[in-house]
């Protein structure tokens, strides 16, 4: 009488939308909660979402509802101790209480201060990078066309014996066996047929059964030469290559750890290390990561020793850039890989070297990135480093810089410098 | 009946009790279940049960049990808190949901073990499901054939209109719609029956017919230049307790489809509001079946010892009632009154005891099955407290009444289970379960229709309880849905009248 369904394999994101909505609608208190988490990750932490918490105020659900006071009337079972007209002191926020308000109120009313829950890393992402772009990306994408890619396309009818269809040939091979021996040994089995019908007649007839048996060996003759397999039925598997856009991108972090730096000045270097780490996994299958710090001479280090390894001395940025274009053309063919890149520094260098940093990004480096982004943190004057960078700033559209003072204003320094008009301006 | 002193010989037709489930082995138990519920003269709609994992469960929660439903932000928030709560182990998920439809849809979680199936299967598909059937106040207020066609009907107008004006517009009609949900009942008329054919074919019919009503009210060019004296007249002449339907015929405002998803939200409303009024009975008759469908069984030699005995610690973990000074205690659990009340009628008839003649005269010594159908029919929770309710339950429950007067710094026990306390306890009680004792008594009251069109809510508070402060944040909804100033008057014993909230300015 009853019918069973199994609706386990439907599918399960009926909610989905619901849950889009609400993420939606919240959008702006969650895209706060964010900001604040982005601090907190790994340079390369990225397959985590983030635990968001709104104020439950925001997101309730207002309704009409009793309020604390008057006279309430109440049962209640297990009496142990009380007589009628006992009178007990109202225990504090108890169920004896102003509780009786319905389910609804009291359950998001009052009782958690937030409202907290786990977004998915995609969902993460797009909230943090919401509205943004990487500046230059059409270009890339022109001049991504580079790689290629093997894959499957049909057969042909010659090639290498590796390549040599098996199966397709012997289809091949049964299909022009049945077109060209059918209509012969059809007519075989017709002439077989008319010797039995001789054969069966009261009458002898050797001269007719003689010429039928020559011309049915003269057929078979013909059946046994056709052969079972011939080069007309070989079939190859055909190869073609396609050009795919290239998806790998290496991101090079240059630091001043030059005395000057103290470890707050690095910890907002890492924030926005994070935040450029993060935007380019969005776009990019595999980012690689290549650390690159100095003071009068630059290293290849890795991400401890990167951030949190103290050093004294001097600065020579052009040291740090000459390593970067060494390593570029080494390892990241430019045909291949996306480059970007970020330097952090509190804008000291010497002053000689400002001029040469200025010749090594405009000749070498910039024709082979995709985007050089330069962050200056310093509650200082500006020297030398910045005023050389802002004349390379106004003549190549790949190089940005920015002025950062303080923690808060590394998110929406991001957010400039890849903000997406940027790409409709420059990029296209 | 109950749990037989002698063990009847176990025949070969015993029913495998798993501990994992087929769907054969559902079938084979379904159709015992089935067979006794006849039995016992249980009359259901047919039965839909369908299988879905914990993760679908959730999205059934986050659609108030619904298997279709509108889009709205509110029930994606109920998904993510339910599956935040599911995830930490703070709580976990009903072992099924079901829902008043014909067929009657039932849930059934796949983590369940053949016992529980059987368990869900008799409590819900035969116990709520009959419950249903029968009790007068769904078969008056809920048309169980039409309401997943209306929920179909909802959420594609929903999704069209979205599509239409945008999803921020739709949105915030239905916020305030469910702002005021629990006024979108009528309590006492009964209301037409809902159909999605009809209602698409009347859906333009009665845009129209809206709008021109609406602009009726508001004409406002002067019939003649001989305005006779206006006296106050009030509109509307009678306070109007369902304020959505209100705003759904009168809002001056409003464009015909924000009309009919006021009218959506005001369906779906009226649809739950009877669910509400019988939770005790509902889950007490439905714990009630359980009970005797598979102790049935058992006698019958239907199922193994390890089946029942698994079987028992569920029932009696369900029906538990922890006392008012244990930590677990939140309250009567309407499934253990529920199932105590029924099983004490039945009691009553197969083994009354002179104080139920005198109490109950009655039902005491009648036959119990009949009696048990009576009760579930005729009555919701408020009136079933008060008709059924018998001393010995009191007892049994060591019901105590109190008085929490909060201009007292102490309260009162009115009183106990003795014999003065009886009827007292039985009164309380059955209020404590009326509706219109727990949400708060607010009418639409007037309409200045000659003047600022301002809409004006009265509040008549019962036992001096004010409202909560969350009425300033539900006249912000209000006014959204009517347009013009609206206002919350209270009106206090003395007759004397406060105003609570205006909007727009509201006052603190």
């Not at chain 1, 604040?36 to 990225?46: I, L, P």
């Not at chain 1, 990167?306 to 063919?333: C, H, P």
């Not at chain 1, 910039?366 to 910045?386: A, K, M, N």
């Not at chain 2, 419950?131 to 999704?159: E, M, P, R």
Request: hydrophobic content about 35%.
């Amino acid at each position: 009488m009853a019918h069973f369904i199994d609706r386990r394999l439907n599918s399960k994101g009926k909610s989905t939308v619901n849950r889009q909505r609400f993420l939606r609608r919240y959008k702006n208190q969650i895209k706060r909660s964010i900001a604040d988490a982005v601090g907190q990750r790994s340079v390369t932490d990225v397959d985590s979402g983030e635990s968001i918490s709104i104020p439950t105020r925001d997101v309730s659900e207002p309704v009409f509802h009793t309020g604390k006071g008057g006279k309430r009337e109440q049962v209640h079972p297990g009496n142990d101790q009380f007589a009628p007209g006992d009178r007990v002191e109202r225990p504090l926020g108890g169920e004896g209480g102003g509780g009786t308000g319905d389910g609804d109120a009291s359950d998001s009313g009052e009782g958690q201060d937030e409202f907290s829950f786990q977004i998915s890393k995609d969902e993460y992402l797009d909230l943090l990078f919401e509205d943004l772009a990487l500046p230059n990306l059409r270009k890339t994408q022109q001049k991504q066309m580079i790689q290629y890619e093997t894959f499957r396309s049909g057969y042909q009818t010659d090639g290498v014996p590796s390549n040599l269809d098996i199966v397709r040939s012997l289809k091949g091979s049964v299909a022009r066996r049945i077109a060209l021996t059918s209509g012969k040994k059809r007519e075989v089995k017709r002439l077989k047929m008319e010797i039995q019908a001789f054969l069966d007649d009261p009458h002898e007839h050797p001269i007719e059964i003689a010429a039928l048996e020559k011309r049915i060996a003269e057929l078979e003759g013909k059946i046994k030469r056709v052969p079972f397999i011939d080069s007309f039925d070989l079939r190859f598997k055909n190869y073609d290559k396609r050009a795919i856009p290239t998806s790998k991108a290496v991101m090079f972090c240059l630091m001043d750890v030059s005395g000057s730096m103290d470890q707050a000045t690095k910890d907002i270097a890492k924030r926005f290390y994070i935040l450029l780490y993060l935007f380019l996994t969005r776009n990019y299958k595999d980012v690689e990561v290549v650390y690159i710090r100095h003071h009068t001479q630059a290293k290849e280090v890795d991400e401890q020793e990167f951030f949190y390894s103290q050093e004294t001395g001097g600065t020579i940025v052009s040291s740090a850039l000459k390593l970067m274009l060494e390593i570029v053309q080494n390892r990241y063919d430019a045909g291949e890989w996306n480059v970007y890149a970020a330097q952090a520094s509190d804008g000291d260098n010497w002053a000689d070297d400002s001029p040469s940093c200025r010749q090594i990004l405009t000749d070498k480096i910039l024709p082979l990135t995709r985007y050089y982004s330069y962050i200056e943190i310093t509650q200082r004057q500006h020297q030398s480093l910045w005023r050389e960078y802002e004349t390379i700033a106004s003549n190549c559209d790949n190089f940005a810089m920015k002025h950062i003072q303080s923690a808060e204003d590394i998110f929406p320094t991001f957010r400039e410098l890849f903000k997406s008009q940027h790409t409709t301006a420059d990029g296209a | 009946m109950g749990t037989p002193n002698v063990k009847p010989d176990r025949p070969k037709a015993m029913l495998s009790d798993g501990p994992d489930w087929t769907f054969s082995l559902l079938t084979q138990y379904e159709d015992e279940i089935d067979r006794v519920a006849k039995i016992y003269k249980l009359d259901t709609y047919p039965n839909q049960i369908e299988i879905i994992t914990a993760e679908q469960m959730m999205d059934a929660y986050a659609s108030i049990g619904m298997p279709i439903n509108y889009s709205h932000w509110s029930f994606g928030k109920k998904f993510i808190s339910t599956e935040q709560g599911y995830r930490r182990g703070q709580m976990g998920l009903a072992y099924e949901i079901v829902i008043n439809s014909e067929p009657c849809i039932s849930y059934l979680m796949e983590e369940n073990t053949i016992t529980m199936q059987a368990l869900v299967i008799a409590h819900a598909c035969y116990g709520h499901n009959s419950f249903f059937k029968g009790n007068y106040l769904f078969q008056t207020w809920t048309d169980a054939s039409s309401i997943i066609d209306y929920l179909v009907f909802a959420k594609k107008f929903v999704s069209d209109c979205e599509e239409k004006h945008g999803v921020d517009e739709v949105e915030k009609i239905m916020d305030s719609c469910h702002a005021l949900m629990n006024y979108g009942v009528d309590r006492y008329k009964r209301p037409s029956k809902i159909s999605m054919v009809e209602e698409q074919a009347r859906l333009a019919d009665r845009a129209e017919y809206l709008q021109s009503q609406v602009n009726d009210l508001w004409r406002t060019l002067p019939q003649s230049n001989t305005v006779p004296e206006i006296k106050e007249v009030r509109f509307p002449s009678e306070p109007q307790e369902n304020i959505l339907y209100f705003i759904e015929k009168k809002a001056p405002l409003l464009e015909p489809w924000q009309r009919e998803l006021v009218r959506i939200v005001r369906k779906i409303s009226q649809y739950f509001y009877p669910q509400k009024q019988t939770q005790v009975m509902n889950e007490g008759w439905a714990c009630f079946w359980h009970y005797h469908i598979l102790n049935h069984l058992y006698d019958e030699g239907k199922v193994t010892d390890s089946f029942i005995m698994e079987f028992l610690h569920s029932h009696t973990a369900v029906v538990a009632q922890p006392d008012y000074n244990s930590p677990y205690y939140s309250g009567i659990n309407p499934y253990a009154l529920g199932f105590a009340m029924f099983m004490d009628i039945k009691r009553m008839c197969t083994d009354p005891t002179p104080e139920d003649y005198q109490e109950m005269p009655d039902i005491a010594g009648k036959d119990w099955l009949e009696t048990v159908h009576f009760a579930m029919q005729n009555f919701k929770d408020e009136s079933f407290i008060s008709q059924f309710l018998s001393p010995k339950l009191i007892r049994d429950f060591k019901f105590f009444a109190i008085n929490d007067d909060m201009k007292q710094d102490f309260i009162e026990i009115s009183a106990i289970h003795n014999e003065q306390g009886y009827r007292l306890i039985r009164e309380k009680l059955s209020a404590q379960y009326n509706l219109s004792n727990l949400e708060p008594n607010i009418q639409v009251y007037n309409v200045d229709v000659r003047g600022d069109r301002s809409l004006t809510l009265r509040y008549i508070p019962q036992n001096g309880i004010p409202l909560a402060k969350s009425q300033h944040q539900v006249m912000k909804h209000l006014h959204r849905l009517w347009g013009f100033d609206v206002k919350l008057e209270q009106k206090n014993e003395d007759g004397s009248l406060t105003t609570l909230a205006r909007c727009p300015s509201g006052i603190g």
